[in-house]
């Protein structure tokens, strides 16, 4: 069975840092690319950031500079470090793996101005 648990999630200051984690079943995380993606209030679910099992790195303009997703293959966990966050970042964050049609429960992530 597929699991995809996302944990780490929480209220932050504007300009701030939050680290993301997604544990995810081995079947899928020594196979697939993983990813991040959010959906904030009232819109629809948009990617984050995706990274491949051998590392390679894909990321949406908003997140370019500021947000770092990694892998450990030894913990099957992938990662989302999030620095000076802002308003527009606040949103459910969920973990999925590649086609990214099936998610976790999600984490809420909250910006204060």
């Known amino acids: 069975q597929v699991q995809l648990v996302e944990s780490g999630g929480g209220l932050v200051q504007a300009g701030g840092s939050l680290r993301l984690s997604c544990a995810a079943s081995?079947?899928?995380?020594?196979?697939?690319?993983m990813g991040w993606y959010r959906q904030a209030p009232g819109k629809q679910r948009a990617k984050v950031a995706t990274?491949?099992?051998?590392?390679?790195?894909n990321y949406a303009d908003s997140a370019k500079g500021r947000f770092t997703i990694s892998r450990d293959n030894t913990k099957n966990t992938v990662y989302l470090e999030m620095n000076r966050v802002n308003a527009e970042d606040t949103g459910v964050y969920y973990c999925?793996?590649?086609?990214?049609?099936?998610w976790g429960q999600g984490t809420q992530v909250t910006v204060s101005s």
């Open positions: 999925s793996y590649f086609p990214f049609r099936f």
């Open positions: 081995r079947s899928i995380f020594s196979t697939y690319s």
């Open positions: 990274i491949s099992v051998g590392g390679s790195t």
